[in-house]
């Protein structure tokens, strides 16, 4: 807490509801928030500290001037709480920028009225639409009038005085049939307003009137004989209803209502506004707001939504939300359905504000995140296929590698959260199998290891793979019966040629997508437990040869043959060697002999 005497200050605040403000030394604003009674919440900023969470002590060490405005009603406060934050954007407040200019549909207010897109509204220029919070729906809208009735795209200024001096000419519009030539007198004013009045109507969302007029117009010709206009006619009947077809119809009785939901986490809140007109969708948006303090979804919410009517310039007196709002907007029935057609406009609001922030979320994400994400989902994957109890964050696969039995060797390799970690490899030789037996040898492999961190007090690992089928698996299981573990830790064999998954006493084998990512990540561990054990066969291989031809060599003992093993591994690094490097290490005299003899 700072020096700032605030106990002054809260005897000057009246028990009215309002906005306050506080300001640093720097006269720098803050924070602005709005109360039912000033008194009691602006008290609470300096009588409740043991109760504030970090951002709000740190909020108020910094306070050295407080103002409040006193309102009618505690909406009125909302309102000017809105405003204040958009004009100042304090540090302590939610993000509430008017960072981007939505498009408006303009219908102008001259002679012969045009229709046209606008970033800057002006409301003197005509009566305006939206925003669009898309362009394309807005362009969708747009594209669809010239396919009904016959406005022009000129900007020519068609008062009585210019047409009636023929000041202008038909254009290749009119030609086209896409005009009815206005400019030079062949369309007059009251017929081509009748068309305004029924674009007026499509923007505003109601369909009926101009579906009943080409519908109307459609019978008359017909019934006249003359069928080319009704047909004209019929076809902007189908444009109309396909157009009506890509809005989606909630309830034809459903008139005006606002749809607010809202989800969140501790640094923003996502929120997605639906407006629906004649039991049609018409706009949708979505927005983050970042938060600075831990404001509520309720408190958010109800900010977000003034904002937001004010924005789209709503005039409807039904809001629906999955938050309950935290102030009474005035003339408005503010709701939270919970069965029939509002309660599935609120579903899918909500489906939206989900997709929205998934997007958000991942965009920020960094490349380290993503992969552990993507990571993680590989796992899951993997649970799920092979039905595990747990995330198989820890695994660990074994396999075998002889030639015609000589040097029988096997590895293990450790996988953690999809990586292999190896520092936690293992080599084995097998010592209780004479001959090419794998099923012995895999029996042994396993028994060793994990006797060996059972005495070590070790964790088992959350998956143990076996290379090989049903007879691998069923000798590896008898290890871990030996040891009382099994059933403790998931066991499954993978066979090579189809890559079937066998699970213990199971004589039929599950198979898993080839394209699954679980099955991609059992192959990978697989084939590097291959890979390791065939490594360290061929270095044993190399070595045995290696010791087999030093034992024939006269005047080189068991020291010095130990030392050439430990060093080169085999025949072919000692040939690669210099005369000098290998007198360093045996002497010059046995450098001569082995060098002579491994020719």
């Known amino acids: 807490m700072n020096s700032f005497d605030y106990k002054e200050y809260l005897k000057k605040i009246p028990d009215n509801p309002g906005v306050y403000r506080f300001y640093n030394i720097e006269k720098e604003i803050l924070y602005v928030g709005k109360a039912k009674n000033l008194k009691s919440r602006v008290s609470s900023y300096f009588n409740k500290s043991s109760q504030h969470n970090y951002k709000t002590i740190k909020l108020v060490s910094q306070i050295n001037d407080i103002e409040f405005t006193i309102v009618n009603n505690e909406y009125d406060a909302l309102l000017l709480e809105n405003n204040l934050i958009k004009n100042f954007q304090p540090r302590y407040n939610i993000l509430l920028k008017d960072d981007k200019s939505y498009p408006f549909i303009c219908v102008s207010n001259e002679k012969y009225p045009r229709v046209f897109p606008t970033r800057r509204p002006e409301l003197n220029e005509g009566k305006l639409y939206g925003p669009y919070a898309s362009v394309r729906a807005m362009n969708n809208v747009l594209d669809l009038f010239p396919k009904l009735y016959n406005i022009r795209s000129c900007t020519l200024n068609l008062n009585e005085k210019n047409i009636s001096a023929g000041k202008f000419k038909v254009c290749l519009e009119y030609h086209l049939g896409n005009c009815k030539g206005p400019c030079e007198g062949l369309q007059n004013e009251e017929s081509y307003n009748k068309e305004i009045d029924l674009v007026h ?236 037996n794998d099923f012995d040898s895999m029996k042994e492999i396993v028994g060793r290891r994990y006797k060996r961190l059972i005495l070590e007090n070790s964790p088992l690992p959350d998956l143990i793979i076996v290379d090989g089928g049903k007879g691998q698996l069923s000798s590896a299981v ?100 210099s005369f000098e490097e290998l007198s360093n290490l045996i002497g010059k005299d046995k450098a001569t002999i082995v060098i002579e003899n491994l020719k």
Request: hydrophobic fraction near 35%.
């Open 478 to 577: 008898e290890a871990l019966e030996e040891l009382n573990i099994y059933g403790q830790v998931p066991i499954i064999g993978i066979a090579k040629r189809l890559e079937e998954i066998y699970f213990p006493g199971d004589t039929l084998p599950i198979y898993i997508n080839k394209k699954s990512e679980s099955l991609k990540l059992i192959q990978r561990i697989r084939d590097e437990a291959h890979r390791f054990a065939i490594t360290f066969h061929r270095d044993q291989r190399s070595r045995n040869s290696l010791q087999g031809q030093l034992d024939f060599i006269d005047g080189i003992g068991e020291k010095t043959s130990q030392k050439l093993l430990s060093t080169y591994k085999s025949v072919k690094k000692i040939k690669e060697v």
């Open 201 to 436: 109507q499509i923007l505003k969302g109601n369909l009926a009137p101009a579906r009943q007029y080409f519908t109307e117009q459609m019978n008359l010709t017909s019934s006249n004989l003359e069928f080319e206009k009704a047909h004209k006619f019929k076809i902007r009947l189908e444009t109309l209803d396909s157009y009506q077809s890509k809005s989606l119809i909630v309830n034809p009785k459903m008139n005006e209502v606002d749809v607010f939901t809202i989800i969140s986490d501790e640094k923003a809140a996502y929120i997605n506004f639906i407006k629906v007109s004649q039991g049609l969708i018409i706009q949708s948006k979505n927005v983050e707001v970042k938060k600075k303090m831990d404001e509520s979804d309720g408190e958010i919410l109800t900010l977000m939504v003034v904002e937001m009517r004010n924005e789209f310039k709503s005039q409807a007196n039904e809001v629906i939300t999955n938050e309950a709002l935290t102030t009474n907007i005035l003339g408005v029935d503010c709701q939270i359905p919970q069965i029939g057609d509002k309660r599935k406009l609120i579903e899918l609001s909500y489906k939206n504000v989900l997709y929205f922030k998934k997007e958000i979320t991942e965009a920020n994400l960094s490349q380290q995140e993503k992969k552990e994400q993507r990571d993680k989902r590989v796992l899951e994957t993997l649970q799920k296929d092979l039905r595990l109890k747990t995330l198989p964050i820890h695994i660990e696969c074994f396999d075998n590698s002889n030639m015609q039995g000589t040097n029988p060797v096997a590895s293990m390799v450790c996988f953690k959260n999809g990586f292999s970690a190896k520092k936690e490899y293992r080599h084995f030789n097998i010592k209780t199998v004479i001959g090419p």
